[in-house]
């Protein structure tokens, strides 16, 4: 059992960023194992992604263009498998076509419009909501920043659990899904709660308004994968990554608009 547990958080951080690790072992049980782990390791990408932006405001750049590195750090550290996920399947559903033909379109290598918008949109909320974090507060920026990374991988813990199929027989979701029991997910859950308690550092308020955040965060994300499910038949590897960049995104943006009152 501990051996998996080990070699499951290597898979977690050799999975979810770009941090070389040595991965032994992959089986379906190391993976569930790596998916509870998900939200501990997008805990500390958040941490470094605010800490990005904190030093960027120290130095003297405008909050905005803090703000933006601290996104593309944020994307470099996990060599943008979320945010292309995120654009996968904004074409997939945006094609129209059924789930066979909306899956071929995800695997394609290129980004359609669809994709294209979708990133847009994202990554300027996430530069901008990281950006009013981080001129309301540099502890702000921090803790709504931890916060937001480990709602989005929160998200790919629970769309690892029994009840949310795979889309495809072969490719990370078929490894993945169902393995998560619901106890685990729930255990990950009250992990990134306590987490909402670094919002402390800034206030009371805005340790609630983060417990707030991770709950619509986590809510944008399940409603993503109930879209998902009922469009593709399941969950892959792309649509992993778009609930996370939703998750994560969501959970920004509100813990962003509460600063400014708490």
Known sequence: MRGAVGAGARLAVGTLTVFPVRVERVDRVTAGSAMLWAPGVGALLGALTGAVAVLGTWSGLPTALAALLGVGAAALLTRGLHLDGLADLADGLGSARPAEGALEVMRRSDIGPFGVITLLVVLGAQTLALGGLAEASPWAALAGATVAGAAGRLA????????????????????????????????????????????????????????????????????????????????????????????????????????AWV
């Open 156 to 259: 790919i813990t629970w769309a690892c659990t029994p009840g949310v199929p795979a889309a495809r027989p072969e490719g990370l979701g078929a490894l993945v899904a169902g393995t998560v029991p619901v106890a685990g997910a729930v255990a990950a859950s009250a992990g990134a709660v306590a987490l909402c308690a670094l919002g402390l550092v800034r206030s009371p308020g805005f340790a609630v308004a983060c417990a707030v955040a991770l709950a619509v965060g986590s809510t944008a994300a399940v409603l993503l994968r109930r879209r998902a499910v009922r469009r593709l038949g399941g969950v892959t590897g792309d649509v992993l990554g778009a609930l996370s960049e939703t998750g994560a995104t969501a959970t920004l943006i509100v813990a962003a608009g509460a600063v």
